[in-house]
Nanobody, 123 residues
Framework: VQLQASGGGLVQAGGSLRLSCAAS????????VGWFRQAPGKEREFVAG????????YYGDSVKGRFTISRDNAKNTVNLQMISLKPEDTAVYYC?????????????????WGQGTLVTVSS
């Protein structure tokens, strides 16, 4: 599966953005999709993940209550709705996929990665 992330940009603190991850392939619903982010000088961090069916979602502690992950398997897309953005949310955001049932939270577990999309939150 090939992934392409989009939707990043510059937003003021308190604002919102929606990131999208578009995937190719006929078996998209069999892939778990995760969003990760990486700020300069920091390790890649798990943001959110969603099971293939969309019935299970998981979030990193720093984004719980502010970010929502969802997927539309008919359109081969996964979205990340981000609200109440903070300057510390500034990072390059990546979507990733792996053909498994459970949702991993570590980057090494994912086989397929999209290019990143930059999110900048100004104070």
């Amino acid at each position: 599966v090939q992934l392409q992330a989009s939707g990043g940009g510059l937003v003021q603190a308190g604002g919102s953005l929606r990131l999208s991850c578009a995937a190719s392939g006929r078996t998209f619903s069999s892939y778990v999709v995760g969003w990760f982010r990486q700020a300069p000088g920091k390790e890649r961090e798990f943001v959110a993940g969603i099971s293939g069916s969309g019935s299970s979602t998981y979030y990193g502690d720093s984004v719980k209550g502010r970010f929502t992950i969802s997927r539309d398997n008919a359109k081969n897309t996964v979205n990340l709705q981000m609200i109440s953005l903070k300057p510390e949310d500034t990072a390059v955001y990546y979507c990733a996929a792996v053909g498994t049932i459970w949702v991993p939270t570590t980057p090494v577990r994912y086989d397929h990665w999209g290019q990143g999309t930059l999110v900048t939150v100004s104070s």
